[in-house]
């Protein structure tokens, strides 16, 4: 029961990435200021709602699942996500930690004038064999399409709850699941919320449909609408 905890968790999560139009997640952006930018700021804290607790707690195995199919770059971060073919996050890979005013540039931001990558700025941090995967990587097109986030793990990049499950099970290493309780604790608390249940593209009054907001979310929700 805690890993589909855990996979309802991700594909909320996911649904907040990729759907940054919807009301539910602007309201929540707003409200736990997490900033107007396609990747939003996730600080968690222990007076937040659970659901966004939640989503906070599921932004890393996020992180980890997704890769970035880049176009202008300026969607994807350099450092922490999934960009640059089969390497993994760049930030896993560093030769020293990367300065905190650098960790959360974009891509695009790499790029100097004449088009080509800033080796200069990337050479105290990147080994050589990186270095030589990047020179070969074409630069974002800031001309082109939006860069496109793909869940890794099906085949149309779309995260569904089966994969978000399976992938939780398989690759995930055990962690504290305490936060994960969230989706089955406080009842009384709580009520069902039509915004979360479409996100995660449940039926309403189902017992899987109990995706739950706080009531002091609910009320956030209608006083902001």
């Known amino acids: 029961m805690r890993q589909v905890n855990e996979a309802y968790l991700l594909k909320l999560a996911w649904k907040f990435l990729t759907n940054p139009d919807l009301l539910w997640v602007r309201l929540l952006k707003a409200k736990y200021g997490a900033g107007d930018s396609f990747l939003p700021k996730m600080v968690s804290s222990s007076r ?24 202008t770059g300026t969607n994807a971060r350099f450092w922490t996500d999934n960009w640059l073919g089969g390497t993994g996050n760049l930030q896993s890979l560093a030769l020293q930690n990367i300065p905190a005013d650098h ?17 200069v700025s990337l050479r105290p941090f990147i080994s050589s064999a ?25 085949s149309s990049g779309e995260c569904t709850m089966k994969s978000a499950y399976q992938f939780i099970r398989n690759e995930l290493e055990p962690v504290n699941h305490e936060p994960w309780k969230l989706l089955w604790r406080w009842r009384h608390n709580i009520m069902a919320d039509h ?12 017992p899987q449909g109990v995706l739950l907001f706080k009531r002091s979310d609910m009320e956030y929700l209608k006083a902001t609408e």
């Open 103 to 119: 960790l959360h540039r974009d891509v695009a931001s790499y790029v100097v004038t004449n088009g080509v990558w800033d080796m």
């Open 195 to 206: 915004d979360a249940q479409d996100a995660l593209g449940l039926q309403p009054f189902t």
């Open 48 to 71: 937040c709602s659970h659901v966004w607790q939640g989503i906070c707690k599921a932004w890393p195995a996020l992180q980890k699942g997704t890769s970035w199919l880049l176009g």
């Open 130 to 154: 990186i270095l030589d995967i990047l020179a070969l990587s074409p630069t974002p097109n800031l001309g082109g399409d939006e860069d496109v986030v793909l869940w890794e793990h099906t």
